[in-house]
């Protein structure tokens, strides 16, 4: 629910899309990660309180809420693929 308004902008300075993802702190901004066979780069942060995971942005509205929530806290697998691309 952080970026749940438009124009919202990611730790790496881009607006909040479709398929981003929130990595770790731990982990670089724009490395390459594969979950569920789908690559993404790590282009935002997860909250100090939530460190530790991942977070797929799902979109923007009350429907894509309601869809985040249903979606809901799942483990996952998560491949580290490569750190530090150039953009």
């Known amino acids: 629910d952080s970026c749940h308004y438009p124009n919202c902008v990611m730790a790496n300075g881009e607006r909040a899309h479709v398929g981003a993802i929130a990595c770790p702190r731990n982990i670089p901004l724009n490395t390459r990660v ?3 066979n789908t690559p993404y780069i790590c282009k935002d942060r997860t909250s100090k309180r939530y460190d530790g ?3 797929i942005f799902i979109g ?3 429907e894509s809420y309601d869809k985040a929530i249903q979606f809901g806290i799942q483990e996952k697998k998560v491949q580290i693929l490569q750190e530090d691309i150039q953009s």
Do not use: I, S
């Open 34 to 36: 594969v979950v569920d």
């Open 53 to 55: 995971r991942f977070d």
């Open 60 to 62: 923007y509205g009350q």
